[in-house]
Antibody
Framework: QVQLQESGPGLVKPSETLSLTCTVS????????WIWVRQPAGKGLEWIGR???????NYNPSLKSRVTMSVDTSKNQFSLNLTSVTAADTAVYYC????????????WGRGTLVTVSS | QSALTQPPSASGSPGQSVTISCTGT?????????VSWYQQHPGKGPKVMIY???KRPSGVPDRFSGSKSGNTASLTVSGLQVEDEADYFC??????????FGGGTKVTVL
């Protein structure tokens, strides 16, 4: 059974960098698109960005200046870095998978809450 | 990129139908037939229920159906069951390798 598991610090200080990892188990990370999505409490989901297992990532223009995504095929993980965080970045962060030629996300993690606070 | 608009809540009695709308623009919902719907129970990851507007993945009951008219997509759950009580959100491709999501709708089975 293929599973995605988000991990990382649950608390990040303002102005610091939020770093999350999504570990893929049960299948190879290669050959798929991987995305990060977040959901602030009481609000809708926001697409952060996506990247293929290799290649150039695409980021939400509103976050582009602060976001970096990467894939580590040796560890079957992909990661998210969000710099200069503020309280507005407090949210549940999800990773998800999209198959090539499919226009939806067929597998999701359970999400991890990240709180930005001093 | 603006979020897709969904009603915050919807409800129905067991056996009834409930329809959730998802309104976007001609740059997302109206421009592509790549609308998908996801179900999320508390503490669980989202599960795709509908993709490409009206297609059901294997294993999803045919009580779930999707449609689109113009810039608005809809998810209908017919024959509501207790286990259908969950949050539902829509998503659409928005061009340039980007996606936009809805705010989510909490469905309550009365």
């Amino acid at each position: 059974q293929v599973q995605l598991q988000e991990s990382g610090p649950g608390l990040v200080k303002p102005s610091e960098t939020l770093s999350l990892t999504c570990t893929v188990s049960g299948d190879s990370i290669s050959g798929y698109y991987w995305i990060w999505v977040r959901q602030p409490a009481g609000k809708g989901l926001e697409w952060i960005g996506r990247m293929y297992s290799s290649g150039t990532p695409n980021y939400n223009p509103s976050l582009k200046s602060r976001v970096t995504m990467s894939v580590d095929t040796s560890k079957n993980q992909f990661s998210l870095n969000l710099t200069s965080v503020t309280a507005a970045d407090t949210a549940v962060y999800y990773c998800a998978r999209r198959r090539s030629l499919a226009w939806y996300f067929d597998l999701w993690g359970r999400g991890t809450l990240v709180t930005v606070s001093s | 990129q603006s979020a897709l608009t969904q009603p915050p809540s919807a409800s129905g009695s067991p056996g009834q139908s409930v329809t959730i709308s998802c309104t976007g623009t001609s740059s997302d919902v109206g421009g592509y037939n790549y609308v998908s719907w996801y179900q999320q129970h508390p503490g669980k990851g989202p599960k795709v229920m509908i993709y490409e507007v009206s297609k059901r993945p294997s294993g999803v009951p045919d009580r779930f159906s999707g449609s689109k008219s113009g810039n608005t997509a809809s998810l209908t759950v017919s024959g509501l069951q207790v286990e259908d009580e969950a949050d539902y959100f829509c998503s659409s491709y928005a061009g340039s390798n980007s996606w936009v999501f809805g705010g989510g709708t909490k469905v309550t089975v009365l």
